[in-house]
């Protein structure tokens, strides 16, 4: 359990597993939307630290907005998540790693291939977001109405009494995207009340359109960026309205050196083939 602190007063929690087991480490990207932490792989069905530490140094981190990272009052902002999971490199002396990506995970994972190709040996992803013919926009955007609308009817007090009964955003919309810190620092909520409620909304809504552009179909990078990108992809398409198929067979359509498994591959028949992919891809991409 390590910290790394960033110019911008941001704390950034991570941990490595299986530490010294590989020479180009597994820097994990968790799944859980605005909760993008490690904790969440604990839900996965494919849970890489359990899996794969036996073999590799993991790490994971938790996203700046997450978990244990604390961040202020500010908007999303991809290009700092990218710049967040290159100081973990950095603080680790690790120049070059591999890359899993869950949910969003898969959105940090391509934009991080993209931007800083030198960092990154190989990308598994798993239940890419994205936006095709499936969804909408408002399929990510109707996660934030209850807490808009509540901070409305209610005030900021019913937002922040909403954070400290479950500070999970994914499970709990009516706390907000800054629950976690609003539950675990009295001072953070006195923050989040000195910005008032029209403040708050526009800081929401500010949030959800940088986390889910309604422009970019991977969200983090166009089109042209996974055209682009040569670093090798292993890919599970997802299969639901925040996962579309679609988007997993795009990314594998568009980019050069992109391998989709089966939908399914997560199945009870084909999990044990699809952790031998996964391992045996990390080992010829190391």
Request: contains cysteine.
């Amino acid at each position: 359990m390590a910290e790394v602190m960033r110019p911008d007063g941001t704390i950034i929690h991570y941990e490595v597993y299986g530490e010294g087991n590989s020479e180009i480490p597994l820097l994990l990207f968790a799944p859980g939307g605005v909760n993008s932490q490690i904790e969440f792989w604990q839900r996965s069905i494919i849970n890489p630290i359990d899996a794969f530490s036996d073999e590799f140094t993991v790490i994971g981190m938790d996203q700046r907005h997450c978990g244990q990272s604390k961040t202020g009052l500010m908007a999303f902002d991809y290009d700092e998540a990218m710049k967040d999971q290159i100081a973990v490199l950095n603080d680790l002396g690790v120049p070059r790693a591999h890359v899993m990506g869950g949910c969003i995970g898969c959105a940090y994972a391509l934009r991080l291939a993209d931007q800083a190709p030198a960092r990154v040996a190989g990308v598994v992803m798993q239940d890419p977001v994205g936006l095709d013919e499936t969804n909408s926009p408002e399929t990510f955007y109707d996660m934030f109405n209850p807490t808009i609308r509540l901070c409305r009817a209610e005030g900021l007090e019913a937002v922040i009494e909403a954070a400290q009964r479950d500070p999970i955003f994914m499970q709990n919309n009516e706390a907000g995207p800054f629950a976690q810190r609003i539950h675990d620092e009295p001072l953070f909520a006195d923050a989040v009340r000195s910005i008032r409620r029209e403040g708050y909304i526009a800081l929401v809504v500010e949030f959800r359109d940088g986390m889910w552009p309604q422009l970019e179909p991977y969200f983090a990078v166009n089109e042209v960026a996974v055209q682009r990108t040569y670093s090798p992809m292993l890919v599970i398409p997802g299969a639901d309205p925040f996962h579309p198929t679609g988007i997993g067979h795009r990314i594998c359509n568009e980019a050069p050196n992109a391998r989709c498994l089966d939908v399914d591959a997560r199945s009870a028949e084909k999990l044990p083939a699809t952790l031998d992919a996964i391992r045996q891809f990390l080992r010829d991409c190391s």
